[in-house]
Each structure stands twice: as structure tokens, then as C-alpha cells.
């Protein structure tokens, strides 16, 4: 169900892109955008964007580095992404704007878990995470009988 490494090649990305999995940018160096000049702005947002036409791989959604941004980040974010994905917060449908939220993972399984019956949906944060703290968390969310679907399920389904 887990790959054996943490990074993904080109071809399983644009493979689950192919199959209408949603593919978004994370910048080029995972910095704190805030603290980036104009022109560093414009390399991890535009370069990153760039690199995945590069492999015929459209994007539509920015995440940003450690959920750190500013007014100027998001204005920026429009020359190429149709939304923005900073902050922390909780995600009402249907969505009304081009900004959604995400939470720490640990946060995420308890919002799932308490409030499984809003018209609301999360999205984990999983980069403090590793593998067998990953399982651990996905086998709360399914034991309360809330419907869980990774990337890895997902591209084993079609396997």
C-alpha cells in the first residue's frame, strides 16, 4: 500500500494526474514565503508552476510552505492557479472563494472524528508524519467509520 521511497517520479505523477487526481504545486524550495523578496516570490510560484507544464501536467491549486502567507503571495498566486491553499482552518462546501484551509495532521483526524456529520472536509498536513505514524493516523479516521481515500490507495486500486 506504501511505496518503498518518499518522492514520487514524473511518471507516477502524471499518471495520477491522468486518472482526475488533483496535482498541486508546492513551490520550487519549500520556503516561508513571507519572507521572500518579489523576484523569489515569482521563482516559487511561476517556476514551480512551470516545471509541471514542463511535463504536461496541469495545475490549479498553490499550497503554501508551512501554511505561511501574506496578501501578496495570494495576489501573486492568481497569474497562474485558480485557488490557494494557506492557513488553518476547516472547509466549508460548497466552497465560495479560491482559498481553502488545511490543519496539522493530528488536528485533522480529531475534526474528522468529532464533527464526521458537517458538510465539512480537511485536508491533513502530513509532512511531520512518517510512515508509521501516517498509518496510524488513517486507521483512527477509518475505525470511526469515516471514509478515508490516500493517494497510495488510490493508485493500488488500478494496479
Known sequence: MFPDR???T???????HRRGHEITSHGVRHVDLPNCSQEELEVELNGSYNMFEDYD?????????FNSWTPNVEKLSRQNYTSFRAGLGVNKL????????????????????TNRNLNEWVIGAWHDVNLQGFKKRVTQIKDANIKVKTVGDMYNDTR
Open 6 to 8: 518518499d518522492i514520487s
Open 10 to 16: 514524473w511518471d507516477e505523477v502524471k499518471d495520477i
Open 57 to 65: 501536467i496541469s495545475v490549479s491549486s498553490y499550497a503554501c510552505a
Open 94 to 113: 460548497p466552497l465560495k472563494d479560491r482559498k481553502y484551509y488545511v490543519m496539522s495532521a493530528g488536528d485533522a483526524v480529531k475534526y474528522a472524528i
